[in-house]
């Protein structure tokens, strides 16, 4: 204790009184002064002069006085005097002298104590000495009475005392200071290994657990973003702990009822200068915060930085302490606000208001810091110093404010209950460091606040042992770091993988985490810096160094058919090495050169400055030669001494042919050749023969005297060599002098060739000269010609050819290039093969950005007509190369040198590239994403490298003896990728230095495995509906991943370059699907947002070829502007008819149809009738008298009999007309199923893979565990999880199929018919174990018995009753478990089906099969064949039948031509024939006979066929292949593509569609709140979606089918109605009613939300002293009544807009929220209007408001601009624009006051009132100069005035509806949603329609529909108010619930027509006339408005006066 003491030594007086002063703000003792300092108050009772100097006193003693601050356990140790501090358990108090407390305090009783007593620490023991109680010392003794009584009185009420006699007063934390001093010294800098530990990480468990949901939120409410639209603040500080509430047992009072309590006169009057003193601090806290919250937000009006001087607040840790104390609630603002800072948008909960206190407070002080941060290198670094060390702490869990662990209580309670409350004071030290880490990770792009100064760090990151030399004082900086921007995300990644950290905290780190590299990330960097790892950022690939030669090694070179490496240096010498992963090099053999022919003893001295150079291997590996000036070795690799060849001249090249002969070995010859060029141009061939005869032949005919020989290329014996000079000069020889065309030179370059090349195929030659242009020659004829220049941006030295050919229909090769400027260039080049257009130069500079002038090309065209633009074609001539729209490409090109590129080296598999450089630097290249894997450094310039093999890397280096041998493989890469890719991706942006960040770089190599085990954890909660969209910490990972660009290794398999993959090539990583669909979501709205070409991913499938010559291609974004994508997806979803496949479907329709199943073409036809009212159809599905389709955007309708509820209409009602399913709305239903028999059940199968079942529900068939009836489908839960791919339903049972050949059956299980081996029924599906290891692929339901088909075809089984031998056995036996069907087995069955008696087969090649009950086989009678057995159907034999649709005793088939066949049953006419006798074989349906039919369908008593063709099978969970017509022209309306072909605008379509789908499948985990920040170049993206710009591009589906299903999935079931709701509209005691908005919104806030997701009436009302019973009517009623409230100014939530007052502008009739309602009731208020527009939408019962369109787009999430303020107040903006633009009419300083009438920064509000635009703005004066900051300031404001209404009504959507949805949604469909159209259509009336007792042709009907044609709308309205309570219809005609009916009553004939409210029910009189009949209907709809007529209700709602008339 001494040591922190002695910090101290001379802290007396005023330097105590602030020490005490300052633990006592905290809540740290209960003292306020110690005895220390009494005496200066007896002395001197006058309070310091100079209060803020005691507040903020600026001499710290050290950094571990700094440090207390942060941390109070610390600070109370440093402050303490050592006193043993003990806390009364009888009252709570604190104190150091417990003996005198307990006298003074608790007296005892005087008898016997009974041997019980307290010890001096405080514990109540038994079984002491005897003694009086109230006695005793040092020991205090009590009796067990007098210890109950005074518990007693301490349960009633505990006091924490602030004036005990301690000193400190806090309670001792038994804290080890000696434990906090060496946590204090941990950095992050530490290894991981050591820091692992301490996170809660183990090698087994290497990362945390998964981030844990608080809460199921099946709405998204938790993600809703309650913050204002627009507040750029965002500051996501969190003050939870910061006002700990009372413990129950421990009440704290205040200073002046302590100072009430004390007796003693004098300490009275002491405590009463303590209490005042106190006071003075706080006061003067609280002006200073004032001060600094004008400041703060004041912004550019007034300079905070000199505004924080002139405070005294100049040093930011005087800030950070003030900070600490406002966290702790010990420094807050008081008083009243001025309006404006209202506007700040710090918190929305205005009841919380010691919460929002806080919050501003911290938000103020975040301004503060950041200005000085900003202007302060030295305080940014001890800022970023002072939130890395917490960080840390906090993770390794030593931060007792973040964690939650609670240490155990020793004896007492009361050490809890008041020792908590201490303790509870300490926690906002977290909180304050999230404040602090959110400025600076803020700091960078888009921070609204001054910007930290921190991009200057980064280049210091790489020095981390530079002392500090900006004047930071040492004793706040730890020695020998220097604090940057990486070490705080550092400890932020550290925060990340603990495990010792709340998730909310883990979740808090990663988003600042993304926010700090995301901040920090600069995406222009002016120079770009080498990727080389010359730090260490990444792990060490395995090495090792070959002590190879005696002097210097320049040369290695690899035989791929020995596996053996050769090395050649100074020292004359070649050592032969042998090369295998698995061992060490072993040297093989030493060839030692000889210099002549004689025998000597070698020695390296004799080489000494003497190279044997141009080592080379023959094709076989068996001889290898060099050369030495001139002489040239030759040796054998099985051992002896080297041939010795001299020559003439100095041998400057040698070759062998790299492949032999064709005919080698077979005409006898074995000989080798090697190609020899000398200095002087001549060239020589020697042939050895064997290893001892040899045989020189010079080529004169290929010399060329006086050139150099500088390279030569031989690919083959068969073929021209290629020699290159030294002029540049490229000549193509054969060895034979004789043979045509013998010789051909070229002028290829003009600096000496450098580096020539075959490429594997032996047709390309690369060649270079050091120049900027790379030739590939290629043999056109008989001339050789350049076939393409590769243009660099600097002259390129050296490349290589990858060994590895391409693959696929269009081969690939791949070239690297290594150029003088350090940048490597890979290419693709087209593989010999097909045509090519020729020649082509390509350019690399997109990357580099250099200039096209820069590459001198001019002296290439004296030979060959170049052109450096486009790809010209000089002649397309057959040459076996390139194919024209496979141009050779530079697919990459990396820089990880800073100067020239020596040599180059392809890894023969294509994957990694080698790169080595002048300076010593080797690094490797992965070329599936161009990152840099390793750099490797020698001693001396890289001379040359060569990969052994594909795991082997062989360089040598210019001053080195030794060979570097670098192990390198995919496993290693594997381990490794994330980190090599994300440091790739971080350096691209400018964030360096990872090796100084251990915990960040643990983090990025665990990411992948944080991801997937995180998004595991959530995938079953989002799917089931417990959360509708992913955890904010999961988004910010995946944003992250996408960053950095882990989709690139995570997601695909790798392949070269130049391996493109196939058709059928796995490429994606299953595992990985979610992230490659949001990554490619990410990244293409990102490229529509911005124009840019789509990443490769996107792919769009089933794409069809557009003509080239059309310029508007679907995938080039530069052609196609916004507007135009925006009116493509506006055509195809106002008009989805024209973009229907073949065009309109022809259906056609025969059969009974007397229940409306036939629709329009009545009760019953024999015959094929076209249905128009079908034209819309994809699929037709015909049951049990009822009809069902679906269309193709995946919407299902229904028609015919509706009892049971069989038509999902919620209801039994029979339909005759085709009606939506609105239950399955939302969903795209891809298959549906329906029984033809018993009471009728139906099963759908969605796109996402959902199954739902309505209908009869008898014996379980359903699924759902019941036997009850379902009138609405009904999602089956047990079938969660299963991808289920087909599904039939039986008459009593249904089954199912899933993907993986599971087959699930449930339902009535008699005579086995499940197949589970018994009789049972099943109310669940259940999987039939009976068929386990059998994948079936199809299933099909009779009567009562089943067949089911392997998915191969090959296997049929059948179960069930055996009647008629309808199994297929050959017997009449029920089998209660599947049988083989050995007749249908093994001949390829495609479909089965089954009817009542009998079963039919189809066969893959088109034979029909059947059996059961003879009459209905379709078999002849007299065959004399059992029909207990398939057999043939010998009348179709002649046809190929594509598919089969049985009924309940009929059958259809279709034949491949179209024709349509029938047999059966015929007595409703169902086969189609014209007559309805009974057919026995199949007929043709002449009717249908060139009608082109595709599908056909079979029910009960009716049939159809119609022209679409099937859908195409497509994958489980997958979207459905779009299909789209072909229209004929474009609408007008469309005026944006009148330039577009119709094809263009097809196949762009198809392009929008597949966007949708991305997004829709990963929208869950897109960050869509208005202020996400991403890291990455693809962030615009998301900000397109948030800002608006993309979303009239979303296909509907993508946000209405995840609307529909979270509705569904939290929809209150088995209630008709929620709680009940009390409304009095009838005044008594003459006193006005309430509004019944006010009404209802007080008593609707207070329910649970839950209760208020009903589909149809979220609460009954009960109207007080009224007749009205509501049953659904009064609801409506009430809901309209409320929305006029709303509009006429009753309820002042509502104004007109301005331009309504000033009557200009757009928007007049509309209304916008009023800004100056934002007390806390009229934010209830708005919160409650949320809640209406969620019923609304809900309900789909539309609201009567007219809301401006600025509010749909905040209510949208979508930020508001100055065009969306003038659309409701044009003349504010035309005064702004004026004010701005002054000095433009001539106005000046001098007269600007007389033309502008504003005196100050006041502006006047939407509402009227003049209010200042900034705090303080009445006092600001507004004058000629600062007129544009007034400008920018009075925009902001009326931009945002109406963020608190807008976050309340969004807060209360939230309780109803998905919220988050909402910024998918456009303004225009929200308004709809929320308010449906504002005509009512007297056409969708009739739509709607339902007549009762009378006929559409009625007279009174007639003239009911033309009234309503001749009213006005507002009649219209008045009308539906009048019918339905309601006054608008919903936009979707489908969302009209209740069918409006329309009946004839008997009543007099002049009545008034009466209506049914609940019910949309109009009765109508028998009027003799229509005039009469419009007089009658105009004065109801006028006149009787009331709802009130039901009279047997009023004694049921008579007012019982129990209320009072307040709460009316």
């Known amino acids: 204790m001494a040591d922190l003491t002695s910090l101290m030594p001379h802290r007396l007086g005023r330097d105590s009184r602030e020490n005490a002063e300052r633990a006592h703000v905290r809540g740290e003792g209960n003292a306020l002064y110690d005895p220390l300092y009494l005496e200066d108050f007896h002395e001197d009772m006058d309070i310091d002069d100079d209060p803020m100097e005691d507040l903020f006193n600026t001499d710290f003693a050290s950094e571990r006085e700094l440090l207390g601050l942060w941390y109070p356990e610390l600070s109370r140790e440093i402050d303490s005097e050592g006193e043993s501090n003990v806390v009364c358990e009888l009252c709570g108090v604190t104190t150091n002298q417990f003996n005198k407390h307990m006298r003074s305090n608790h007296p005892g009783c005087g008898g016997s104590c009974g041997q019980r007593g307290y010890r001096s620490n405080g514990c109540y023991v038994d079984g002491w000495f005897g003694g009086a109680c109230g006695s005793g010392n040092p020991y205090y003794l009590m009796c067990y009475d007098c210890r109950e009584k005074y518990l007693g009185k301490c349960t009633q009420k505990k006091v924490a005392f602030d004036f005990s006699n301690s000193p400190d007063g806090g309670i001792d934390d038994d804290l080890d200071i000696e434990a906090l001093e060496s946590e204090l010294k941990l950095t992050g800098m530490e290894s991981f290994e050591l820091i692992m530990t301490k996170l809660g990480l183990t090698e087994r468990k290497t990362i945390p657990c998964p981030v844990q949901f608080k809460e199921t939120d099946p709405l998204g409410a938790n993600s809703t973003v309650v913050r204002a639209v627009g507040d750029k603040t965002n500051m996501p500080i969190s003050v939870v702990g910061a006002r700990p509430r009372e413990s129950a047992s421990c009440l704290r009072m205040s200073l002046g009822e302590q100072v009430a309590l004390l007796t003693n006169r004098h300490d009275r009057a002491l405590a009463l200068h303590k209490t005042t003193a106190a006071a003075q601090v706080l006061l003067a806290r609280s002006m200073v915060m004032r001060a600094l919250s004008l400041l703060s937000i004041s912004g550019s009006a007034c300079n905070l930085s000199e505004g924080l001087e002139s405070l005294g ?34 918190e929305l909960n205005a009841s919380n208001s010691g919460r929002n206190t806080c919050t501003a407070s911290l938000s103020y002080l975040s301004s ?107 004793s706040t900086s730890i020695p020998g770091i220097n604090y940057g921007p990486l070490h705080l995300a550092n400890a932020l990644a550290a925060c990340c993988l603990s495990a010792k950290l709340p998730s909310t905290h883990r979740e808090w780190a990663s988003q600042q985490l993304v926010r700090m590299l995301a901040g920090q990330a600069r995406d222009n960097l002016t120079t770009r810096e080498t990727d080389a790892d010359i730090t260490g950022d990444l792990p060490k690939c395995p090495s090792t160094k070959l002590e190879a030669h005696q002097n210097r090694v320049v040369s290695s070179k690899w035989s791929p058919k020995k596996n053996i490496v050769a090395t050649s240096g100074f020292d004359g010498t070649i050592r032969l090495w042998s090369l295998t992963a698995k061992m060490q090099p072993i040297l093989q053999q030493t060839c030692v050169f000889n210099k002549s022919e004689e025998y000597y003893r070698y020695s390296p001295d004799d080489y000494d400055g003497h190279l044997l150079a141009n080592i080379t291997w023959n094709a076989t590996g068996k001889l290898i030669a060099g050369s030495m000036d001139n002489l040239i070795n030759v040796w054998a690799v099985a051992g002896g001494r080297g041939h010795l060849d001299v020559q003439q001249q100095m041998v400057t090249a040698m070759t ?23 200095i002087d141009g001549s060239v020589a061939v020697m042939e050895v023969i064997d290893t001892t005869t040899f045989n020189r032949v010079e080529l004169d005919h290929c010399s060329r005297k006086g050139v150099s020989v500088t390279r030569m290329a031989w690919y083959d014996e068969d073929h021209q060599f290629a020699i290159g000079y030294g002029d540049g000069m490229v000549q193509f020889c054969s060895r034979h002098p004789y043979e045509p065309g013998l010789l051909q030179s070229s002028h290829a370059h003009e600096n000496a060739i450098s580096y020539m090349q075959w490429d594997p195929t032996g047709n390309l030659l690369a060649t270079c000269a050091d120049e900027k242009l790379v030739k590939l020659w290629t043999k056109m004829g008989e001339s050789w010609s350049p076939a393409y220049c590769l243009a660099h941006s600097s002259p390129a030295g050296t490349m290589d050819w990858c060994t590895a050919l391409g693959k696929g229909d269009q081969p690939l090769l791949l070239l690297a290039t290594g150029c003088e400027n350090g940048v490597a260039c890979v290419w693709t080049i087209p593989q010999p093969g097909t045509s090519a257009k020729l020649p082509i130069t390509l350019y690399s500079y997109n990357q580099y950005s250099i200039e096209h002038t820069n590459v001198d090309v001019d002296h290439h065209l004296r030979d060959e007509a170049f052109t450096t633009q486009k790809c010209t074609p000089r002649g397309n001539r057959r040459c076996g190369v390139f194919e024209k729209d496979q141009a050779c490409k530079c697919v990459m090109t990396v820089k990880g040198h800073s100067t020239k590129i020596n040599c180059i080296a392809l890894n023969p598999n294509g994957m990694v590239l080698a790169t080595g450089c002048s300076r010593g630097l080797v690094n490797l290249w992965s070329l599936q994403n161009g990152s840099v894997c390793q750099t490797v450094s020698g001693n001396g310039p890289v001379q040359e490298m060569t990969w052994a093999g594909e795991t082997a890397l062989v360089s040598c280096f210019g001053r080195s003896k030794d060979v570097n041998v670098l192990y390198y493989s995919s496993d290693w890469f594997n381990r490794n990728k994330v980190l090599i890719t994300a440091r790739a991706a971080l350096k691209s942006h400018g964030i360096v230095g990872l090796h100084q960040a251990p915990c960040l770089k643990a983090f990025l190599e665990k990411l992948p495995i944080i991801l997937q085990e995180q998004y595991t954890h959530e995938k079953i909660h989002v799917l089931c509906g417990d959360q509708l969209v992913h955890s904010a910490f999961l988004q910010c990972l995946a944003s992250l991943a996408l960053g950095l660009n882990l989709d690139e290794v995570l997601c695909v398999t790798p392949h070269a370059p130049h391996h493109r993959p196939g058709p059928n090539d796995m490429i994606s990583v299953p595992e990985w699907g979610w992230l490659a669909s949001f990554c490619t979501a990410v990244k293409s709205a990102d490229a529509l947002l911005h124009r840019t070409p789509f990443p490769n991913t996107f792919k769009v499938p089933n794409t069809e070829p557009v003509n080239e010559d059309d310029p508007l291609q679907p995938h080039d974004n530069t052609v196609w502007a916004l507007s135009v994508d925006e009116q493509i997806m506006s055509w195809a979803t106002q008009k989805p008819e024209d973009w229907q496949l073949g065009g309109k479907c022809e259906v056609y329709l025969w059969g009974g149809g007397r229940h409306g199943q036939l629709a329009e073409t009545g009760r019953g036809v024999s015959t094929a009738v076209l249905t128009p009212s079908f034209s819309n159809a994809q699929q037709v599905i015909c049951g049990q008298n009822c009809t069902f389709v679906i269309h193709p955007n995946g919407t299902v309708s229904a028609c015919g009999e509706g009892s049971y509820g069989r038509l999902g209409q919620g209801n039994s009602d029979d339909l005759h007309t085709l009606t939506t399913v609105s239950a399955l709305q939302g969903f795209v239903v891809t298959q549906l199923v329906t029984s033809c028999g018993s009471d009728g059940h139906s099963m759908a199968l969605t796109e996402s893979g959902e199954v739902f079942s309505w209908g009869d529900g008898d014996y379980g068939k359903l699924g759902h565990g019941n036997s009850d009836r379902q009138r609405r489908p009904r999602q089956i839960e047990a079938l969660q999880g299963e991808e289920v791919v087909q599904m039939a339903c039986g008459f ?37 174990l009976t068929l386990e290891g059998q994948a079936v692929g199809q299933v099909a339901c009779g009567l009562n018995h089943t067949l089911a088909v392997s998915a191969d075809g090959q296997t049929v089984w059948a179960f069930g009753d055996g009647d008629y031998g309808k199994l297929g056995l050959g017997n009449s036996t029920a089998k209660s478990s599947p049988q083989r069907v050995d007749a249908l087995c093994g001949i390829g069955i495609k479909k089965v089906c089954c009817g009542t008696q009998f079963s039919v087969a189809v066969t893959k090649d088109g034979k029909v099969f059947t059996f059961g009950q003879d009459r209905l086989t379709g078999i002849p009678e007299g065959r004399g064949r059992p029909t207990n057995k398939p057999q043939q159907v010998p009348g179709l034999a002649g046809y190929f039948i594509e598919d089969i649709a049985v009924g309940s005793e009929h059958t259809l088939a279709l034949g491949s031509n179209g024709d349509v066949f029938a047999w059966g049953s015929n007595g409703d006419g169902q086969l189609g024939l014209g007559h309805t006798n009974s057919v026995r074989e199949p007929a043709l349906v002449t009717g249908l006979q060139g009608k082109n039919v595709r599908q056909i369908s079979a029910g009960r008593t009716h049939s159809a066929a119609w022209t679409a063709p099937p859908p195409p099978k497509r994958q489980p969970g997958t979207p459905a292949p779009l299909q789209l017509g072909h229209p004929e022209t474009i609408p007008p309306q469309y005026t944006a593509l009148k330039d577009c072909s119709v094809e263009s605008v097809r196949a762009r379509l198809r392009l929008l569609h597949h966007f949708s789908d991305l997004i829709y499948s990963s929208w869950r985990l897109l960050n869509l709140t208005p202020h996400q920040i991403n890291i990455g170049r693809h962030t615009g993206g998301i900000g397109g979606l948030v800002e608006g710009q993309l979303r009239p591009l979303l296909a509907p589906r993508v946000y209405t089918l995840p609307l529909v299903r979270s509705l569904g999935r939290t929809m209150v079931q088995g209630k008709n109605y929620g709680p009940q709701i009390t409304v009095k509209r009838i005044a008594t005691r003459g006193r006005k009613c309430k509004p019944i908005y006010t009404q209802i919104a007080k008593q609707v806030v207070k329910l649970k939300p839950a209760d208020l997701r009903l589909p149809a009436r979220a609460w009954k009302v009960k109207l007080v002293g009224e007749g009205a019973d509501d049953a659904g009517g009064v609801f409506d009623d009430t809901i309209t009544e409320m929305c006029q409230e709303l509009e006429t100014g009753i309820v002042p939530l509502l104004i007109p807009t301005p331009n309504s007052s000033s009557d200009a502008g757009q928007n007049r009739d509309r209304f916008i929220f009023k800004p100056s309602s934002n007390t806390e009731e009229q934010l209830s208020m708005f919160k409650f209007l949320g809640i209406l527009f969620g019923v609304a939408i809900r309900t789909k019962k539309p609201l009567d408001l007219h809301l401006a369109p600025m509010v749909w787009k905040q209510l949208c999430g979508m930020p508001l601009n100055s065009d969306d303020l003038e659309e409701v107040d044009l003349l504010f903006m035309q005064s702004l624009r004026g004010i701005k633009d002054i000095d433009r009419s001539g106005v000046s300083e001098d007269t600007f006051h007389e033309v502008i009438p504003l005196e100050t920064f006041e502006c006047q509000s939407a509402d009227g009132e003049f209010v200042p635009v900034v705090p303080g703005g009445r006092s600001l004066p507004l004058t000629f100069h600062n007129r544009k900051e007034y400008v920018e300031r009075a925009l902001n404001y009326r931009l945002h005035e109406m963020d608190y209404q807008v976050a309340a009504v969004r807060e209360g959507m939230s309780w109803i509806v998905p919220v988050p949805l909402l910024s998918l949604l456009t303004m225009q469909h929200l308004e709809q949603m929320v308010c449906g159209l ?61 069918r409006f009916q329309i009946m004839k009553v008997d009543r007099a004939l002049d009545g008034l027509p009466t209506a049914q409210t609940c019910f949309f029910q109009l009765r109508i009189p028998p009027y003799t006339s229509q005039h009469m009949m419009v007089d009658k209907l105009r004065y109801a709809i006028n006149n009787c408005r009331s709802i009130d007529m039901d009279n047997y209700m009023l004694s049921r709602n008579t007012d019982t006066g129990d209320a009072s008339d307040n709460e009316f």
Request: a positive charge; hydrophobic letters at 40%; glycine letters at 8%.
């Open 368 to 474: 503060a810091i950041g200005s000085l941060a900003a202007n302060s290198p030295q305080a940014s670094r001890l800022l970023i110093q002072l939130c890395t060390q917490d960080l840390m702490l906090a993770a390794c869990g030593m931060n007792s404010s973040v964690t939650d662990t609670k240490k155990p209580v020793q004896n007492r309670e009361t050490e809890s209950s008041c020792g908590s409350d201490q303790k509870a004071l300490s926690s906002p030290n977290f909180a304050v460091t999230q404040a602090l880490v959110a400025l600076l990770a803020n700091s960078g792009k888009g921070a609204s606040f001054p910007q930290v100064n921190l991009l200057s760090m980064h280049r210091e990151l790489s020095c981390p042992n530079l002392a500090v030399s900006d004047g930071t004082d040492p």
């Open 656 to 678: 062998w042919p790299q492949h032999r002969a064709v005919f080698e070995g077979r005409a006898g010859t074995t000989m080798d050749l090697l190609l020899i060029g000398r």
């Open 1878 to 1938: 504002p005509n009512i259509s007297i056409s969708v009336l009739k739509k709607v329609v339902r007549y009762r007792e009378i006929d559409e042709n009625h007279h009174l009907v007639q003239w009911l529909w033309q009234t309503l044609e001749e009213f006005t709308n507002d009649e219209r309205i008045l009308f539906m108010r009048f019918v339905s309570g309601r006054s608008r219809l919903p936009a979707n005609v489908a969302d009209i619930s209740q």
């Open 1292 to 1328: 009593k049972h249904s089954a199912c199929v899933t993907s993986d050949g599971k087959l699930f059956t449930f339902g009535n299980g008699d005579y086995g018919r499940l197949g589970h081996g018994n009789t049972s029924n099943k109310k669940i599906p259940e999987r039939m």
């Open 313 to 346: 607040l100049a040093d930011i840790r005087l800030v950070v302490r003030l900070m600490c104390l406002a966290a702790a609630g010990r420094a807050e603002i008081s008083g009243p606000s001025d309006g404006v800072l209202s506007t700040s948008n710090t």
